[in-house]
């Protein structure tokens, strides 16, 4: 006899359903997301920082258990004014600000130099849900291997990415490894520190975890997974 490819917890195939697999870097954005989420909707892996970390984590998650919808979450770092301190994100964009070479004519993408790419993008009906339900600011956010440390640094990248909202560490791990196993990926952030001049004690990691922790409670589990049902 076969075995069912669902499990007792997972809905048949074609049937919505199932779990949100939410990858975050740290433990404490971990508690954060399972203190406001209700346990029996989510699948919370802790990852690791960097976007290697995130990627292996997901594509691991994902093998092992199917899920309809994955949400890179966590901390990140606002641009000012659109995302201040407390804020709650959402990306319509996933972009890897940092994969690229630097050339006499400046910095090129990858996907600029002809192999590969530097975006990803969220699927448009559960991110207007999702930020719906949360209050979110949406816009493009960046992944970078280096938190942003200087002014020029900060305006380097708003001027390659005009309107970014974020930046953040995971988020293209996530995305890169959910493109590969035909799962669309959400990036869900709240904001601990401005990206700028390195200002380490003006983080507000507690308030920014605060606010993640009612993000996942206000999310509508049951209509965001119904738009991406199992197969
Ligand atoms: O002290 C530092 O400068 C530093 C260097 C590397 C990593 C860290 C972390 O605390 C991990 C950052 C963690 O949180 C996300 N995050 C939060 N704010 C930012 C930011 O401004 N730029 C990039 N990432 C940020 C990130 O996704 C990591 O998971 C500290």
């Known amino acids: 006899m076969s075995l069912p490819k669902h499990t007792a917890e997972q809905p048949p195939p074609g049937q919505p359903g ?25 699948t919370v892996v802790t990852a690791g920082v960097g976007p290697a ?6 594509a691991l998650a994902l093998a092992a258990e199917r899920h309809p919808l994955v949400v890179s979450a966590g901390i990140a770092g606002g641009f000012a004014p659109r995302a201040p301190i407390g804020a709650v994100v959402a990306a319509d964009a996933i972009i890897a600000a940092d994969l690229g070479a630097q050339t006499p004519d400046g910095f090129q993408s990858v996907a600029e130099l002809g192999f590969g790419t530097v975006r ?14 949360t209050g979110a600011v949406v816009g493009p956010v960046l992944t970078v291997s280096t938190v942003t440390g200087s002014a020029a640094r900060a305006e380097e990248l ?15 791990g996530v995305a890169e490894a959910g493109a590969r196993c035909g799962v669309p990926v959400l990036e869900l952030r709240t904001v601990s520190n401005a990206v700028g001049p390195r200002d380490r004690a003006a983080w507000r ?15 509508p589990y049951d209509r965001l997974t119904a738009l991406h049902p199992l197969d």
């Open 158 to 172: 708003t001027h390659r990415h005009p309107g970014a909202v974020a930046e953040a560490m995971e988020g293209f």
């Open 53 to 58: 970390a995130a990627a292996t984590a997901t």
């Open 120 to 133: 990803h993008t969220p699927p448009p009906t559960a991110l207007a849900l999702l930020a719906q339900a």
């Open 205 to 219: 990691i507690g308030e920014a975890l605060a606010a993640l922790e009612r993000a996942f409670a206000a999310l």
């Open 18 to 42: 199932g779990r949100l697999l939410v990858v975050v870097a740290v433990a404490a954005e971990a508690e954060a997301v399972l203190r406001g989420a209700p346990t029996d909707r989510v």
